[in-house]
């Protein structure tokens, strides 16, 4: 799965700023994307839930989840 086929270009940026040795356009397995998942989960619970950026996260693991390729 590509995160390109999940999330659009704007989303990845902000996400990447925090979980930069993710690619855009490359091929994940799918154990991979289950530690994308886990390192937004992580990310989420650092930034807290309640603030701007951690309402988008929750967003962001709520659209990866939702995903029929997930």
């Given at each position: 799965m590509k995160l390109n086929s999940i999330f659009s270009?704007?989303?990845f940026?902000?996400?990447n700023k925090y979980l930069s040795k993710w690619e855009y356009t490359?091929?994940?397995s799918e154990d991979e994307i289950d530690i994308f998942d886990?390192?937004?989960?992580n990310l989420n619970q650092?930034?807290?839930y309640e603030t701007s950026l951690g309402i988008f996260i929750?967003?962001?693991i709520y659209?990866?989840?939702s995903?029929?390729?997930y």
């Open positions: 270009s704007s989303e940026e902000k996400i490359r091929e994940y886990e390192e937004l989960e650092e930034l807290g929750s967003d962001m659209k990866l989840r995903n029929p390729q």
